[in-house]
């Protein structure tokens, strides 16, 4: 392994490797990714090069890098290798599919996530939130990260599937959680080898995977059989036909594919994101007195509707800054199809060009004093003089989350809704540990204390 440093002469890459600083590096990248990641932006500048295995990586960290990836050459990269494994989890959905099948399905499944029919969820998200909420007692101790995956695993099958799965919630819940834990294997350069070994995590997934496939085929089998007056996201993917291409509609591989991928992301990083949010809103009380206060003003008793979202300016502005420190999505992996440059850099075919959302949204050139908890900082007035890509929660480009509209969406509705019915205070002064997944997790309970309003 061999770790290079940006220097300001394009392409002169001085090498200072050696057996120390590999095994270092090794060590460093498994045992805290965040951390290394962090170091050798701080260490080397925009720009490092270092390899994992057979894989060359290039690692770029200004937000010019991120819009040339992302938008100016994205059609001179593909998903990279650990997003690619990912398809032993996700199948080919949005999320990996390639080419001409990735905007085959984007355009079969855009409609249904467009942000005028996400609207139209509002009323569910908000009612499921209620209910959640109700069913806390003053002065409960609450893990808020295990509630809100259940909760928008609720809202998620509901809006998306028409599908209350309240009874299954559990069992659900447990099998994803094996799924995205398997992530950790898809980054290594060895995880496919490990996959076909008799391990006891193997035969873990293969039990959670044929738990969701069964979950999701089963959702697409009554969905077929009763199609008339149904108007969730998988009935329209049901009855989608491509116009630009051969008119034809998806398969049931294809279905399944996307509704698995849909619900593990529309559930996981949503979940990510509220938990980091209240954890946040515990620790501040200021910024959650400003949150009470504007939704008096906003919505008085109450639920909020769509029509709120934008109303609710300070709540999106906290939700913002709690997925600029804590990002659902902590890096993007590109590999190059050909040669090219980026930031002056003669960048090979071949390379995993690695962009982390972790680092560039704490960058003190566009984010002073960046670990602060600080929502003013998405005020119009402050926004304006950052680099466009200096911030960028749902990537960018041909691949930006195609479910943006629906996670802001839910995000604000349960906030508000459970905002309005509760106080939280926080259990401790600790942070809480991460663990850098497919999503940004926390590594263990986060507790937080309810108080009537």
Partial sequence: MQHTAATSSANALPKPGGPPLHKRIRFMLRRDTLGFLAETARQYGDVSNFRVGHWNYWFFSHPDAVRDVLVTHDEKFVKGPALRRARRTLGDGLLTSEGDLHRRQRRLAQPALHPQRVASYADVMARYAANAADSWQDGQAI??????????????????????????????????????????????????????????????????????????????????????GRDDLLSRLVSATDAEADGGAMTDRQLRDEAITLFTAGHETTANALTFTFYLLSMHPQAQERLHEELRTVLGSRLPTAADAEKLAWRRMVLAEAMRLYPPAWALGRESTCPLAISGRDVPAGAVVLLSQWVTHRDPRWWPDPDRFDPTRFSPENRAPRPRWAYFPFGGGSRQCIGESFAWMEAIVIIATIAQRWQIEAVGNEPPGLRALITLRPDKAVMIRLRHK
């Fill in 143 to 228: 893990d808020i990260h295990q509630q809100m995956m259940r909760l928008t695993l609720r809202v998620v099958a509901k809006t998306l599937f028409d599908a209350d799965v309240a009874a299954d919630v559990e069992a659900i819940g447990r099998a994803m959680d094996v799924s995205v834990n398997m992530f950790v294997r898809a980054m290594s350069p060895w995880g496919p080898l490990l996959n076909y070994l008799p391990l006891p995590s193997n035969l873990r997934f293969l039990r959670a995977r044929r738990k969701l496939l069964g979950t999701i085929d089963r959702f697409i089998r009554e969905r077929r059989a009763d199609l008339a």
